[in-house]
């Protein structure tokens, strides 16, 4: 069975958030947090983080430059989130829907690559093979590399992702981002948050993920199965032919109005 731990997120002492989570990758967590939460814009805004073990769970404790901490004092919360779902460090409506941020990218990749990506990507889910319980977010670069996080809960398996990526100081503009779960809003305004152009998950987007995508510039893709998938939002990044390629392969795939 996977396991979860209650993970808390501090900034110089202060909790801010109390999320349950696989306790893995947690160095990953804090970082990928920060970043898609606007807490910090680099990693290194956060000039200390260690992970401490506690009787009732785990401490990411971090120590912010004195901008983003003098930032996170305005909207400084405590929040506990059940299985990484829910928003957290906001007190209102309108933070809740903020607008994702605008993903302009002249990134363009296979149908193909992208479909492969997701064989690639249940190979390396280790995790979920022991437990047939855990999400994955992975990155799947245009040159073919990939890098991949697992966790019970797909939003910190996004941002353990993010973390990842940022503290190998990758280009999250040069790829897609993959997921084994459903897409909603949250999950659009982080990979925007990551500037990654295409987030394609295995599972239906909300009709909110679709028309936040739409309006973010990101290419949403959705209900990726063996046979193919939908583009929902910006298929121009999406090339369904290539050198050689044939017409059936091209047919697995197919644009969504809405």
């Known amino acids: 069975m996977p396991e979860e731990v209650a993970v808390a997120l501090t900034f110089d002492r202060v909790s801010f958030a109390v999320m349950m989570a696989s306790p893995v990758d947690l160095e990953d967590f804090a970082v990928g947090f920060s970043l898609s939460e606007g807490i910090v814009r680099a990693v290194a805004e956060i000039v200390e983080l260690e992970i401490v073990a506690l009787p009732a769970g785990a401490e990411c404790r971090m120590a912010l430059a004195p901008g983003p901490r003098a930032a996170l004092e305005a909207r400084r919360r405590k929040v506990a989130g059940p299985v990484g779902c829910g928003l957290c460090g906001i007190d209102s409506l309108e933070q809740a829907i903020r607008p994702a941020r605008l993903v302009e990218s002249t990134l363009r990749m296979e149908a193909g690559a992208i479909a492969d990506g997701f064989v690639r990507m249940a190979g390396l889910q280790a995790l979920n093979r022991q437990t047939r319980g855990v999400h994955a977010a992975a990155f799947l670069f245009q040159d073919g590399g990939f890098l991949l996080r697992e966790d019970v809960g797909r939003h910190n398996a996004l941002d353990k992702l993010i973390g990842a990526m940022a503290r190998s100081g990758a280009d999250g503009g040069r790829g897609a981002v993959l997921m084994t779960s459903r897409v909603s809003i949250e999950l659009i305004q982080k ?67 809405g």
Not at 195 to 200: C, D, E, Q, S, V
């Open 191 to 257: 990979t925007a948050m990551l500037g990654a152009p295409i987030l394609a998950a295995i599972s239906v987007p909300t009709a909110r993920a679709v028309r936040e995508a739409d309006a973010a510039g990101l290419t949403l893709i959705a209900v990726a199965r063996e046979d193919g998938f939908e583009v929902f939002s910006h298929p121009e990044r999406v090339l369904f032919s290539s050198g050689g390629g044939s017409t059936q392969e091209d047919s697995r795939f197919r644009g969504n109005d």
